[in-house]
T-cell receptor, first 115, second 114 residues
Framework: EAGVAQSPRYKIIEKRQSVAFWCNPISGHATLYWYQQILGQGPKLLIQFQNNGVVDDSQLPKDRFSAERLKGVDSTLKIQPAKLEDSAVYLC?????????????FGPGTRLTVL | AQSVTQLDSHVSVSEGTPVLLRCNYSSSYSPSLFWYVQHPNKGLQLLLKYTSAATLVKGINGFEAEFKKSETSFHLTKPSAHMSDAAEYFCVVSTTSGTYKYIFGTGTRLKVLA
């Protein structure tokens, strides 16, 4: 079974530039999550989709971050414009159910450096 | 509201000695609990999960955890540490009622000494 795919793996940009990350979840997983993990901290949920609908985006900085999952499969997370404090690893995860059950499966992450 | 507290930010053990990583949770509903491991520059990997079945849960790589409702704890243990166990470990709580969320602890970095 293929895992969660993410690209790119690494990205370096200057502040005020824009950037986009892509995620393809495990086949059949209805729920998709984007997390931000700052160095030395645990992952923080940015947004959670159930199929193509948003379940939770309460911690997404909506003035600069956006995410979509148009066909209920793969997803894109965008930052525009980027700030220095956005430097982090962006993790995508998917699960069969909203919570509990088998748990979440994570992709390898995208390491973003904002200069 | 749900929360999870990992009581130690760093744990050091010698190779071949037991590992104990502590986790306490708070949940208004019956929780599901997970332990994930993250090796340097790698994604998170599920070690084990508790979802209201047996209270002693066995996971991969010789790890296990025991759900203790009276103590609201879900500590991770391994009888004998291996060098390859050195990593960051995250305890996670989720609920199947109310808001559906996975809440991460702040992590415990395990160091294994030769």
């Amino acid at each position: 079974e293929a895992g969660v795919a993410q690209s790119p793996r690494y990205k370096i940009i200057e502040k005020r530039q824009s950037v986009a990350f892509w995620c393809n979840p495990i086949s059949g997983h209805a729920t998709l999550y984007w997390y931000q993990q700052i160095l030395g901290q645990g992952p923080k949920l940015l947004i959670q989709f159930q199929n193509n609908g948003v379940v939770d985006d309460s911690q997404l900085p909506k003035d600069r971050f956006s995410a979509e999952r148009l066909k209920g499969v793969d997803s894109t997370l965008k930052i525009q414009p980027a700030k220095l404090e956005d430097s982090a690893v962006y993790l995508c995860a998917s699960s069969l159910e909203l919570a509990g059950g088998p748990g979440q499966f994570f992709g390898p992450g995208t390491r973003l450096t904002v200069l | 509201a749900q929360s999870v507290t990992q009581l130690d930010s760093h744990v050091s053990v010698s190779e071949g000695t037991p590992v104990l990583l502590r986790c306490n949770y708070s949940s208004s509903y019956s929780p599901s609990l997970f332990w994930y491991v993250q090796h340097p520059n790698k994604g998170l990997q599920l070690l084990l999960k508790y979802t209201s079945a047996a209270t002693l849960v066995k996971g991969i790589n010789g790890f296990e955890a025991e759900f203790k409702k009276s103590e609201t704890s879900f500590h991770l243990t391994k009888p004998s540490a291996h060098m390859s166990d050195a990593a960051e470990y995250f305890c996670v709580v989720s609920t199947t009622s109310g808001t559906y969320k996975y809440i991460f602890g702040t992590g415990t970095r395990l160091k294994v000494l030769a």
